[in-house]
């Protein structure tokens, strides 16, 4: 004796199994993507001049970053102006090196282009997704801190 599996029976148990998987697999398995970044001292904020970027490595010694005082307001910008930003050195498309002239992030490899003033978001070239943009803190002594990392940086799996 062969059963027929109707359509809509068939989309009713895949619906009904991707969701008992999908919530199963959290609680069992105590899926939670929390890390745990460095706090790193980049800079002090009467060092940053606008325009003129500073470069460090974050969230370890093998991720080049730039800091950077854009002027002009920015989404996550910090400071008195909400202006200093700072985002993965690396090119989202392929990985090549960035850098930061006339108020943009530029690969030279492929020519992609990102803007920093709106989370680093591409738009020119073959880069399709935005900078990994990093989360700063200012302390009362005026020390920019990088606390974590907003994206995947290039060529990893996980940040950290």
Same mark, same amino acid.
């Given at each position: 004796m062969t059963q027929t599996l109707s359509r809509r029976r068939f989309v009713k148990l895949t619906a009904a199994a991707t969701a008992l998987f999908t919530a199963g697999g959290k609680a069992q398995w105590g899926y939670a993507p929390s890390?745990?970044?460095?706090?790193?001292?980049?800079?002090?904020?009467?060092?940053?001049?606008?325009? @003129?970027?500073?470069?460090?490595?974050?969230?370890?010694?093998?991720?080049?970053?730039?800091?950077?005082?854009?002027?002009?307001?920015?989404?996550?910008?910090?400071?008195?102006?909400?202006?200093?930003?700072?985002?993965?050195?690396?090119?989202?498309h392929m990985g090549c090196p960035l850098q930061y002239e006339g108020g943009r992030f530029?690969?030279?490899?492929?020519?992609?282009?990102?803007?920093?003033?709106?989370? %680093? @978001?591409?738009? @020119? %070239?073959?880069?399709?997704?935005?900078?990994?943009?990093i989360p700063l803190r200012i302390d009362g002594k005026g020390d920019i801190y990088a606390v974590a990392v907003a994206g995947l940086i290039w060529g990893r799996v996980k940040n950290v």
């Open positions: 890390l745990t970044y460095p706090a790193v001292k980049v800079a002090n904020v009467a060092q940053v001049k606008t325009g @003129q970027p500073i470069t460090f490595n974050y969230p370890d010694a093998s991720a080049p970053a730039i800091l950077v005082k854009l002027g002009k307001p920015a989404i996550g910008g910090v400071g008195p102006g909400r202006d200093i930003v700072a985002f993965s050195a690396l090119c989202t530029i690969c030279r490899c492929h020519y992609s282009m990102f803007d920093p003033s709106k989370a %680093g @978001q591409t738009y @020119q %070239g073959l880069a399709s997704s935005w900078l990994p943009q």
